[in-house]
């Protein structure tokens, strides 16, 4: 079994916003593959079900950002898993926008949610598929809070449609599979 734990904010101010792109990844995957995220518990809204004949947990904390760690050891820790079993997906300002990343560990790059899963996972052995939301010239917090504009918005449902099959190839063939098909620059 597997947990897919996309990283966000919580509530309406947040919906749209940069920050929650992995939120918005889970939330496809839930469409696609027909698992509600009804369930509450472990600090997230969770849902389980199949992709590619793996069985798998779709997770959102429910504990802001900067405590996703929290929401993600009470899963993990509920359903008998090891970190070696999670893939996180969110945000990352220094990958340009639409572009995908998977890695098989590695450090927080200074983002609070991932800082917070090493923190209370103690281990930076843990797969994640990072969105590219691109740096702005100025204010960060700014530009993670703020919602995708419209033409971005276009872009995002092909990015969101490569993240679930990014996942389908992670499942069914491994990570190396995944990061040999989806490690590669956008095309201009």
């Not at 802001?64 to 760690?69: A, D, W």
């Not at 996942?167 to 040999?180: D, H, K, T």
Request: proline share 6%.
């Amino acid at each position: 079994m597997n947990l897919i734990l996309g990283l966000g904010n919580p509530g309406p101010r947040y919906l749209l916003t940069r920050h929650n792109v992995g939120f918005r990844a889970v939330d496809k995957l839930s469409t696609v593959y027909k698992i509600p995220l009804y369930k509450t518990g472990c600090h997230s809204f969770w849902g389980k079900g199949n992709i590619e004949g793996r069985e798998v947990i779709l997770a959102k904390p429910m504990t802001y950002m900067n405590k996703s760690g929290l929401a993600a050891v009470s899963l993990l820790d509920n359903f008998k898993l090891e970190p070696s079993s999670l893939l996180v997906i969110y945000d990352d300002i220094d990958l340009p926008f639409g572009t995908l990343r998977l890695r098989p560990g590695g450090g927080s790059g200074g983002h609070k949610g991932m800082e917070s899963l090493l923190y209370y996972l103690q281990t930076e052995c843990f797969p994640r598929l990072r969105i590219g939301i691109g740096r702005p010239p100025e204010d960060v917090v700014r530009h993670v809070l703020t919602e995708f504009l419209p033409a971005e918005e276009e872009i995002l449902e092909t990015v969101l449609a490569d993240v679930v099959r990014a996942v389908s190839l992670f499942l069914q063939e491994g990570l190396n599979a995944a990061m040999n098909i989806f490690n590669r620059k956008p095309e201009k």
